[in-house]
C-alpha cells in the first residue's frame, strides 16, 4: 500500500518502488532495457515455471502433508534444462542478466532459485557454471543477504 495505491502482484510491486524509489534497478539505456524486459519475459514464462514446479514438489507439498510427485518432478526438470541452458550462455559473456548492471530481472530469477538451492535437483543452476556464478554474485548483495534475515521460510533452512 503506497497512498491509495495497492498493488499485490511481485513483479509490479517491484518495478513500482524501483520507478518511484530512483531507479536504480532499471537501465536508463533504451537497448539495455529491453534486455532487462526480455529475460524478465522468460523468467515469469519460462524458467521461473519449471523451477517452482519443483520447488512444489519438494518442498511445498511435503511441508502441507502433501506427497511428493516424481514424475511432475522430472517433467519440470526436463523443461526446465533449455531456458538454464539459454540462460547459462547468456551469463558466459555478461556478469547479469542485462549486462554490467544488477537489475529487476535479476532480482525477480532470485527466490524460486534460492530454494531450488535446498533440493536434490540443485545441480539444475549450480551444474551451469555460469549461473553458478552469477548466483554466487548477486546472493551475496547485501540487500539479499538483508532480505534472507527477514524471511521466516528461509532461517529455518
Do not use: C
Not at 41 to 64: C, D, H, K, N
Not at 130 to 157: G, M, Y
Amino acid at each position: 500500500m503506497d497512498g491509495d495505491l495497492s498493488v499485490y502482484e511481485s513483479r509490479a510491486i517491484a518495478r513500482y518502488v524501483n520507478d518511484t524509489r530512483g531507479g536504480k534497478l532499471t537501465p536508463s539505456d533504451p537497448k539495455k532495457r529491453a534486455i532487462m524486459e526480455q529475460w524478465i519475459s522468460l523468467e515469469q514464462g519460462t524458467v521461473t515455471p519449471e523451477i517452482s514446479g519443483v520447488v512444489a514438489q519438494r518442498v511445498f507439498e511435503p511441508m502441507f502433508g502433501g506427497k511428493t510427485d516424481e514424475a511432475a518432478i522430472a517433467q519440470h526438470v526436463e523443461k526446465a534444462k533449455q531456458g538454464l541452458d539459454v540462460m547459462d550462455a547468456h551469463l558466459a559473456k555478461n556478469e547479469y542478466l542485462a549486462g554490467e548492471q544488477f537489475t529487476l530481472a535479476d532480482a525477480f530469477f532470485m527466490p524460486y532459485f534460492a530454494l531450488a538451492l535446498h533440493t536434490p535437483e540443485a545441480p539444475l543452476l549450480t551444474g551451469r557454471p555460469n549461473i553458478d556464478a552469477w548466483w554466487k554474485r548477486v546472493s551475496a548483495r547485501p540487500s539479499w543477504t538483508r532480505a534472507l534475515e527477514l524471511n521466516e521460510f528461509t532461517q529455518k533452512q
